[in-house]
């Protein structure tokens, strides 16, 4: 019997025996050892069993003789099989354990695709009995991904710590094996790395059949031609057919939201609750005008004036959010999208939206693939998943014409590719086989869309401080105009004055320019981002950046290069650094005159299917095509190699066998000459391979005999570099005698006359995917600033570790660290003492929710092995602990968390479309180190706007008080609602906007105070207290909204209670999976159903019309609800129960605005008012008293004795008031310059020159004061606003003097809150931490 045939047959009864006795699996020794010399030989076919022992090709359908022919002696190679087949590490033992594993095994392998979907572990051995046998993993059964995940590597897995701990080392040694070679175990990592993972895909739910398929199948099911022979020949569809196929299936591109119209957008912005308020006011002044024109002739532009004010808030915020969207279409219009296709037997260049299901399309290196598709034909053709597995490493894909075996699935069949990824190598041609939604892709941006949905219901940080300040402010005035409406009917007041007088009160509490305000700090913050090449795509982007507590980030693309780059160089017995940036400490740097150094750089540009894209320009600075790791050994030969481009003519190729999964190795002959001949053969690949082929080693330029000692030296150094997480590759070389091989000769690798042993060891190399230049000093600033970072990434735990540790990420010990050093056991160690975690992904769906708070809680957490739906519940658990999330990715299987994020940071050089699609801020440069300077602005807004706030609302008491005090003393009213306007919207609104352009105290100190909202144990404990009060004004709104619901009719009232039917449902699951704003989004989603049959105009209406729906069910339930202000008050109390944390408005702020600065500013300008009364009129606050009750100070008053004996005119009454009422108008605009000042530091005394360092304050200043003093001294203005131009600038001295009281008071209350109340930092990581600070250019830059 044939050597294959009995190799089938002896693996066939291995798999027979196993069916019939588990038990018998430990001793079976000839499934372990006669497949391994199948394994190393023939995993390129990807050989399939069946129970009878036939074969069937999984892959190309190259012959035995041929694979074989490929490896190198098969002599050495099989000792070097026997030797790896004694100390088989990791999951082949795993096989040899009890019977329950290999059951487990055997069912998630049959049950993938439908193929093996039974009840019975065992019966896959009676449906389809299969063994799938594949060389790319060292393991002598290689199971499939999801297989793989079934075992339990060891106890410590399998207990409860194994969620929160790293995986074990590849070096850790088994009870079971046989003196293993230390190298054989590290090898493990490098393989794993090389069998591509595809968890991260299994969440797609691909519904993907055409891989079973024969191509002939595939082209009469898409009724459309390709010829495999000459892929150019293909006639594909005809035009016709490809019409009505874009009719049917719909454009090629993933579906968008529907695009809110202009006018929506701009009247959801005048419907914000400040602007429906002094739309309210406006309307009423207008009303009262239309009863009573003569008596309220100042009412109607009044009135007109806060209508106005309405609507440019509404028009500035809709322009700013124009702009923004403006610039975000403008960018994803500059992405061209272009497919090579053909149609009709002619090839062209089409749109990408326009392919369909059956087009033919050709792909060559560096394209990004278009769509879901079958591949037919192929030339070295390799792509790179990393977006949508997050690995870096290419995948080799090629045709299977007559279909794949039905237990793979497409995610891992080679003759499949998929859309959003991109060809590293080679050319390709293709049958489309889906488009759209339906794609991988499409099905991956489900996930994104669904959590588009919460998210948008989702405010950021400052939206939700800024309701809450609207609330309370409109809760102040509503209330206090209601009451002293009553206290005026109750006086004896007329009900239209009484009417007028509560619109005056509650224009008096609103501030009316913090809208703009706002939105004009949010804007300049972002124009400034934008200088630094940061694109933020919505406004309150950059403060939620410096809100943050957690930044989840990925690995590839985002903190690494997502390119292989030279790391180390081993030749001569010594090890010497070949990276760039700083040498690390106790290392050699790179010596070109080194042994070895110049053969290794030789053969890295010679023995390789790498390529320079153009010629013209310096080698070094070219373009480099082909796959990573060929592309890095030549761009590292291109930097140190100044004749690179004449090697390839000098030293031209004759003969070449390239890399494969099952030689693993890669062999060029060259004409280069040396003392016994005129050829030389170059071999690269993997180091074991190249080792057991090579006799003898190069030393001082000479070929000696490898000894036990050189090869120690080689499993050593091996060892180091692989547990960096570097990719490590081996080179040797052989000089083919002359004699032999004279040099025409033919070399054939169906003869294989060409030698595989004997060869001359040159040395390693090793090659990592680095960090970004800067991202290591990022992530430190960003630790220091008190914000938890977690690396999120698909790739091994083991390289995503390697790189944390790198970057300052991972600095404590992990649980098996500590266990090693200590040595204890890993579950004799405490939690406690545990401070960093690496969590596999293949565990998390087990996890408990203790357990997920117990990781999120640690310092340092590193995921790996996650897919797209476990990156997405990351978050939303983190989210669920009061975390305020930040995400950073690149790729595909990062646009779902992106999108739920707080705020989603995306790349753009290397980013995919969904992720710049879903995130809210794009890094137009890559830079990570942006991300600093966004965390140091958002926290700058925050304590801008802080200051604006405090600084404007420090002035409405001294609005507030005169009518106040004119309905309770009652005095004349010392500011008129017209006035106030040119209060808020005049001089307030210059000098406001001033502190967008303010600069941070102290950059370092801003960084360092934490994020304002710090996520502890405490906090997490009293945010589900919030949000059990949460829940219950939830209820007293539910409750107005369940009565209001009768009142309705038809088809809404149903829709409201099917909405209210889930909304009840979502209270009795559990919180943790859902944000505060679940319950929001169930009420919001039961209308959108609704509306799903509407036009836009039905829909405008019903959206705006439920909006103001939902003030009015609110407003109801303030009005008429007990439970729903004991609900309140209990929120409230949780809110402010939060220690450690900083609000927008606070007690400091209110206390200083409405308590101690706002009542000594109304105390001064009140002084000044009556001043102007009695040293310039006489006029005594009893006289003014008495006068108002006489309903004086009108033009047509009779004359009014004083106590000083003299007569006052009707028309000197109405002077002195409009002069006094001037004074007061004035002494506002003074004593808010004083306060001006005193509200600019609050990390420092305001005595630091830094206060007065913004030249914007000075331009808005001069403004501010121009603006009051036209309004006072210009006769036009005198009529409009009611003031006098007679008001004699000396009584200014008075607020110009006591100002600086207040200014006084606030330096000695700032000095004592700094002693006694100092300002909490974050904790100094310095002190506890090794983070490698070292500056670079780009956070220098920054």
Not at 134 to 149: C, I, K, V, Y
Not at 1285 to 1309: A, D, E, K, Q
Request: glycine share 6%; aromatic share 8%; charged share 25%.
């Amino acid at each position: 019997m044939p050597l294959p045939q009995k190799i089938l047959s002896s693996v066939s009864q291995s798999a027979d025996s196993i069916a019939s006795d588990h038990k018998a699996v430990a001793s079976n020794h000839s499934l372990s050892k006669s497949s391994h010399s199948l394994l190393q030989s023939h995993s390129k076919n990807d050989i399939h069993l069946d129970a009878e022992g036939s074969s069937k090709d999984m892959g190309s359908k190259q012959d035995f003789s041929s694979a074989r022919s490929v490896s190198l002696h098969p002599a050495s190679a099989q000792k070097e099989k026997d030797k790896e087949a004694k100390g088989r590490p990791s999951y082949v033992q795993y096989i040899d354990k009890p019977a329950p594993l290999l059951k487990r095994a055997s069912s998630a392998l049959m049950a993938k695709e439908g193929s093996g979907n039974h009840s019975d572990t065992g019966s896959h051995l009676k449906a389809k009995p299969s063994i799938k046998i594949s060389g790319r993993g060292r393991a002598a059964t290689t199971l499939t991904t999801q297989t793989r995940s079934e075992f339990a590597p060891s106890e410590e897995f399998s207990s409860k710590r194994s969620s929160t701990s790293e995986v074990p080392s590849p070096t850790s040694k088994s009870p079971e094996k046989e003196e293993p070679l230390p190298v054989g175990d590290i090898l493990l990592k490098q393989d794993e790395a090389e069998v591509r993972d595809d968890a991260p895909l299994i969440d797609a739910s691909v519904k993907i059949d055409e891989h079973h398929l024969s191509l002939a199948n595939v082209l009469e099911r898409y009724k459309t031609h390709a010829n495999p022979k000459n892929a150019r020949e293909s006639k594909g569809l005809s035009h016709t057919a490809a019409r009505d196929l874009l009719a049917k299936h719909g454009m090629n591109s993933l579906p968008k939201g529907k695009k809110e119209s202009a006018l929506f957008r701009f009247l959801v912005c005048i419907t914000s609750l400040f602007n429906l308020l002094l739309l309210f006011g406006g309307i009423a002044y207008i009303i009262l005008w239309v009863f009573d024109p003569m008596e309220n002739f100042s009412n109607v532009y009044i009135g007109s004036v806060l209508i106005c004010v309405a609507f440019v808030n509404a028009f500035i915020e809709f322009y700013e959010l124009t702009k923004v969207n403006a610039i975000v279409e403008s960018f994803t219009a500059m992405i061209p999208h272009e497919a090579d296709c053909t149609r009709a037997s002619l090839s062209q260049r089409i749109p990408v939206t326009e392919l369909v299901p059956g087009d033919i399309v050709h792909l060559k290196s560096g394209d990004k693939i278009p769509a879901d598709a079958i591949l037919f034909y192929s030339y070295e053709f390799r792509v790179d998943n990393s977006s949508l597995t997050g690995e870096s490493e290419s995948v080799d894909r090629a045709p299977v014409l007559e279909g794949v075996v039905t237990d793979v699935g497409a995610l891992e069949a080679k003759n499949v590719v998929f859309s959003g990824t991109v060809v590293s190598n080679g050319e390709a041609s293709a049958v489309v086989i889906k488009t759209g939604n339906q794609t991988v892709l499409g099905q991956i941006a489900r996930l994104t869309t669904r959590a588009s949905k919460k998210r948008g219901s989702r405010r950021s940080p400052l939206s939700s401080e800024i309701q809450r300040f609207c609330k309370l402010i409109s809760f102040l005035a509503t209330s206090t105009a209601f009451l002293f409406f009553i206290a005026s009917i109750a006086r004896g007041s007329e009900f239209n004055a009484a009417f007028q007088f509560a619109i005056g009160i509650l224009v008096a509490w609103i501030p009316q320019g913090l809208p703009l305000t706002v939105t004009m700090l949010l804007a300049v913050a972002g124009e400034r981002m934008a200088h630094r090449k940061v694109l933020i795509k919505d406004l309150h982007g950059v403060e939620t950046l410096g809100a943050i507590t957690m930044l989840a980030t990925d690995k590839t693309g985002t903190l690494t290069t997502n390119e292989m780059k030279i790391s180390r160089v081993w030749t001569n017995l010594q090890c010497m650094y070949a990276g760039s940036g700083t040498l690390p400490n106790g290392e050699r740097p790179l010596k070109m005159d080194g042994s070895g150094v110049a053969q290794i750089l030789h053969m890295a540009a010679t023995c390789t299917r790498a390529r320079f894209a153009t010629t013209e320009g310096k080698p070094a600075e070219r373009e480099v095509i082909g796959d990573a790791t060929d592309k890095g050994l030549l761009e590292f030969a291109a930097r140190k190699l100044a004749n690179v481009d004449k090697l390839f003519a000098q030293f031209p190729k004759v003969f070449e066998i390239p890399f494969s999964s099952d030689t693993k190795t890669h062999l060029t002959i060259h004409r280069k000459g040396h003392s016994d001949g005129g050829l030389t053969m170059h071999v690269k690949g993997a180091p074991e391979r190249v080792l057991a082929s090579c006799a003898t080693i190069l030393l001082n330029g000479k070929a000696e005999q490898i000894t036990e000692f050189h090869k120690q030296q080689f499993r050593d150094t091996y060892e180091r570099m692989a547990k960096r997480g570097e990719r490590v590759i081996a080179f040797a070389q052989f000089w083919l005698p002359g004699k032999r091989f004279p040099e025409n000769f033919r070399f054939s690798l169906e003869k294989n006359n060409f030698p595989t042993t004997g060869l001359t060891f040159v040395g390693l190399v090793s090659l990592e995917d680095p960090p970004k230049s800067g991202v290591r000093e990022a992530i430190g600033h960003i630790r220091q600033a008190g914000i938890q970072v977690v690396m999120v990434t698909g790739d091994h735990p083991l390289t995503a570790a390697a790189i944390a540790k790198r970057i300052n990420i991972l600095t404590y010990p992990t649980v098996e660290e500590i266990a090693k050093d200590t040595g204890k056991k890993v579950s004799d160690i405490p939690d406690s003492d545990v401070k960093a975690v690496v969590v596999n992904g293949e565990h998390l769906s087990g996890m408990s929710d203790d357990e997920w708070d117990s990781i999120l809680s640690k310092e340092e957490v590193l995921f790996a092995r996650t897919s797209p739906k476990q990156k997405l519940e990351i978050v939303k658990r983190a989210q669920s602990l009061g975390h305020i999330v930040g995400v950073t990715g690149d790729g595909v299987n990062d646009a779902a968390a992106l999108r739920h994020a707080d705020l989603g940071i995306a790349m753009n050089k290397t980013g995919s479309d969904v992720s710049k699609e879903a995130a809210g801020m794009i890094l137009m440069d890559d830079n990570f180190a942006s991300t600093v300077v966004g965390i140091l602005e958002g926290r700058t807004i925050f304590m801008n706007m802080k200051k604006s706030i405090t600084y404007f609302l420090t002035h409405l008491m001294s609005e507030v008080f005169p009518y106040l005090a004119n309905v309770v003393i009652p005095i004349p009213l010392a500011l008129t609602a017209i006035q106030i306007l040119v209060v808020d919207l005049g001089f307030e609104l210059f000098i406001t906007l001033s502190f967008a352009w303010e600069p941070p105290e102290d950059p370092e100190a801003l960084l360092r105070l934490g994020p304002r909202q710090p996520v502890t144990l405490e906090s997490i404990q009293l945010v589900k207290n919030k949000r059990n009060a949460k829940r219950g004004v939830e209820e007293a709104k539910t409750h107005a909204i369940e009565e209001a619901g009768h009142l309705r009719r038809g088809s809404d009232s149903k829709a409201l209670e099917d909405g209210l039917k889930a909304f009840h449902q979502a209270r009795k699951k559990p919180a943790v999976n859902t944000d505060e704003s679940d319950e929001e989004f169930l009420l919001e989603q039961s209308h959108d159903d609704m509306q799903e049959d509407m036009n836009e105009r039905q829909m405008l209406q019903k959206r705006l019309s439920s909006r103001v729906w939902r003030h009015l069910i609110e407003l109801k339930a303030m009005l008429t609800d007990i439970q729903y202000w004991k609900a309140q008050e209990r929120q409230w109390r949780a809110i402010l129960a939060i220690k450690g944390g900083e609000r927008l408005v606070d007690a400091e702020v209110l206390s200083w605005a409405y308590l101690e600065g706002g009542i000594l500013e109304a105390a001064i300008c009140l002084g000044t008012f009556f001043s102007v009364f009695y040293w310039g009129w006489d006029v005594t606050p009893t006289d003014a008293k008495r006068m108002h009750k006489l309903r004086g100070f009108k033009p047509h008053s009779p004359p009014f004795e004083l106590q000083s004996g003299q007569l006052i005119s009707g028309d000197d009454q109405l002077e002195a008031l409009q002069q006094a009422q001037s004074a007061f108008y004035l002494s506002i605009l003074i004593v808010q310059l004083w306060n001006l000042f005193a509200c600019k530091t609050r990390l420092r005394l305001p005595s630091h020159k830094f206060f007065v360092s913004n030249k914007n304050t000075w331009i808005a200043v001069a403004f501010g004061v121009s603006f009051a003093l036209i309004i006072v001294y210009t006769p036009f203005m005198n009529a409009v606003f009611l003031t006098s131009m007679r008001l004699n600038p000396v009584y200014l001295l008075i607020p110009l003097t006591c100002g600086g009281i207040l200014y006084s008071y606030s330096v000695f209350r700032r000095y004592l809150l700094r002693k006694y109340w100092p300002q909490q930092f974050a904790k100094d990581m310095n002190g506890n931490l090794k983070l490698d600070m070292s500056p670079s250019e780009e956070i220098l830059a920054a």
